[in-house]
DNA sequence: GCGATTTGACCGTC
DNA sequence: GACGGTCAAATCGC
């Protein structure tokens, strides 16, 4: 066991290493205007690869040890669950759901985004992060002068996506939303394309029309899921996508989660639309978590880019943990920060 | 009619 | 007991 995790271990390094190389071979290409875009499409398909690779083994490693570890998991079901076996898919789930509830606060990936929107029509348009979510609730909270919103992931009954969020306005500037992602989301993992097709909810709709939003999305999800699948697709253009207006700031309140890591899936979540744009790729952002993570880092526009490959490349960090809880997360925010970093 | 939202009530945690 | 989070019936909108 011990030679098989040494090699498990090298074998990840590689990987990671190898992405780091990419990278910045990727900020050379970038640095000159001539070169082609395919061969910059090209490096960051390779990056993807190389971090795929490198999570998958993560992913195997954290997987076997949790299987054991959840065997003798307790269960604390609520009292308001109905039938164990209802044909109602909803229901059905609900009864899952409630032995995970109870664990909910402590065990799940919990981080909080500060969003600023911009004022004007399509306000909310900025909260905009992807998923669909659908409002199940909102309350008023103490010393709180607006109600927060609790919402959670369109696809929960079907599914079993656990992902909620919570938007809660900020007293002070009314412009400024803390969003609150809990869970992460399991129905990119499971769904095709279709499935998984991120639009936002009526609250949060942004100035692209709905449709168009939708049938965006979906392509863009499919043509990365089909990109990754297929190491040898070389041609496929890398489609863009608006991004958010809002600047936010990230921070990581409860990042570790045994539970929630066996089936994290990050490669998966950098299909998610937001996290896809013509001049800052999910390959190079992924590059930003191999710099240091107490690092904050501010960029704008296209030195944004720059400055996010540059914090990877600086950093000889090969042992960091890849498997990102982060499926909502903005890693596009021109402003993010992780406080309590959570690995090392 | 169906899906999403609203809102009062319930439940668990501290 | 206060508070936050969730449920579920009622309501709304397409």
Request: aromatic share 8%; charged share 20%.
């Amino acid at each position: 066991m011990e030679n098989s995790a040494d090699w498990e271990q090298k074998n990840l390094i590689n990987e990671l290493t190898q992405g780091m190389e990419l990278a910045k071979q990727l900020q050379i290409h970038l640095n000159v205007t001539t070169s082609p875009h395919e061969t910059r499409e090209l490096l960051v398909h390779k990056i993807l690869n190389s971090y795929d690779k490198a999570l998958s083994m993560l992913k195997l490693n954290v997987e076997t040890q949790q299987t054991a570890a959840a065997m003798g998991m307790a269960e604390s079901p609520r009292s308001r669950s109905g039938s164990p076996h209802s044909e109602d898919s909803d229901k059905d789930f609900k009864d899952h759901e409630h032995k995970h509830v109870s664990k909910k606060g402590k065990s799940m990936v919990r981080w909080t985004k500060q969003v600023q929107v911009c004022p004007g029509p399509g306000l909310e348009g900025c909260l905009d992060d992807g998923y669909n979510w659908r409002k199940y609730g909102q309350k008023d909270i103490l010393g709180a002068k607006y109600p927060r919103g609790y919402y959670r992931c369109t696809h929960r009954n079907v599914r079993g996506c656990l992902a909620t969020k919570q938007i809660q306005k900020s007293d002070e500037d009314p412009t400024l939303y803390e969003i609150t992602y809990r869970g992460r989301h399991t129905c990119t993992l499971i769904t095709a394309p279709s499935a998984a097709a991120p639009l936002p909810n009526k609250q949060e709709e942004p100035n692209m029309s709905k449709q168009n939003y939708q049938q965006q999305s979906r392509e863009i999800q499919f043509n990365f899921q089909t990109e990754l699948d297929s190491s040898s697709t070389r041609d496929q253009s890398i489609p863009s996508l608006y991004l958010p207006c809002s600047v936010s700031n990230v921070k990581v309140e409860n990042y570790v989660d045994s539970a929630s890591m066996v089936d994290n899936n990050f490669v998966g979540n950098l299909y998610h639309p937001l996290l896809v744009s013509p001049s800052t790729s999910a390959a190079t952002q992924m590059g930003s978590f191999v710099g240091d993570w107490n690092q904050t880092v501010k960029a704008s526009g296209s030195e944004q880019l720059m400055e996010i490959v540059s914090a990877a490349s600086a950093t000889n960090s090969s042992t960091v943990g890849l498997d990102f809880p982060f499926g909502a997360l903005d890693l596009f925010d021109p402003t993010f920060s992780f406080e309590n970093p959570p690995f090392f």
